[in-house]
């Protein structure tokens, strides 16, 4: 019975940032402006997607997705680092805090496999314009976004089930900002190797497959623009395809510095920085990129204040 008690862990305490009040205070502030930039920039990529006829079509169908995606994200961790931020730290519930780490994972997740999504686009309309139109019809791209949500969900249930099996030992906390895999996994008491492996495995659908089709896709991308004759069509062409290899190695770089490279040797605060970069910054990033460098965008905000003003 003693055992059974010392495992009941029905709540975490997340620590989050810790410092003095005016560190605190500088940092709210920071958040919450990015917050609500977040918010607000994700919002227009999405609005002017639906209401500009120029901007239906596939690539801006998939930008919509990682904006709805970006404000999916920010929702998910934000408002309860506001919480940390003013209370010190603050507890969570257990069904809380697995449930965080459910929509956390799939939104990361999604993005991957969207992105991989994005450059098999970005391939067929460069080394097959011709046939681009009848290969992404738009029932076609709302079947690649839908299996992309349908497969992160079904692993992100998958793991957080796994999780939920852990024991914690009555330890319950979390030296973070978020109910994320490693910190769990550092508090737990027992064996974390099931978890572990059935991370292993997964990387390979959700991470290594992609990375590998990314890679395969702009290979081909940049060896049909080299044989594109005319220089300004080359940078033209090669433009369609510079926001989108942007937001992909902005991904990339931040997920491999935390989940891939070792953390062992860093501070906990440095470890809660790296986290910053894919939860806060990541989505703030992504619609300004596509917008001061997309003239389709730039267009369709031009043309709706003509329309209003």
Request: aromatic share 14%.
């Amino acid at each position: 019975m003693q055992e059974n008690n010392l495992t009941d862990v029905i709540e975490f305490f997340l620590l989050g940032f810790q410092g003095d009040t005016q560190q605190i205070i500088s940092l709210f502030s920071l958040l919450f402006v990015l917050f609500w930039l977040t918010v607000c920039g994700n919002l227009l990529i999405i609005t002017l997607v639906s209401t500009s006829k120029n901007l239906h079509t596939p690539m801006y169908f998939f930008i919509s997705q990682l904006s709805i995606n970006d404000i999916f994200l920010s929702a998910i961790i934000v408002p309860n680092l506001f919480y940390l931020l003013m209370n010190n730290g603050g507890t969570i519930t257990y069904i809380g805090c697995m449930t965080q780490f459910l929509f956390f994972a799939s939104s990361e997740a999604f993005e991957c496999l969207l992105l991989t999504v994005m450059s098999y686009d970005r391939y067929v309309a460069i080394c097959n314009p011709l046939g681009y139109t009848s290969i992404m019809t738009s029932g076609y791209c709302v079947r690649l976004a839908g299996i992309s949500w349908l497969v992160v969900f079904s692993c992100a249930f998958s793991d957080t089930l796994t999780i939920s099996r852990l024991k914690f030992c009555g330890v319950n906390i979390i030296d973070h900002l978020f109910c994320d895999l490693l910190p769990l996994q550092e508090i737990s008491c027992s064996d974390t190797f099931p978890i572990k492996l059935q991370m292993y495995l997964q990387s390979f659908p959700l991470l290594i497959i992609p990375s590998i089709i990314i890679v395969i896709s702009y290979v081909n991308i940049v060896h049909a623009i080299l044989r594109i004759p005319s220089n300004i069509n080359r940078q033209k062409t090669f433009s369609t395809c510079s926001s989108h290899l942007t937001v992909v190695f902005i991904f990339y770089v931040t997920i491999f510095s935390v989940y891939v490279l070792p953390t062992s040797g860093q501070s906990s605060n440095m470890n809660k920085i790296t986290s910053l970069l894919y939860t806060v910054f990541t989505p703030l990033f992504n619609p300004i990129i596509y917008s001061l460098r997309n003239k389709d965008i730039k267009r369709a905000v031009q043309e709706n204040i003509q329309k209003y003003v």
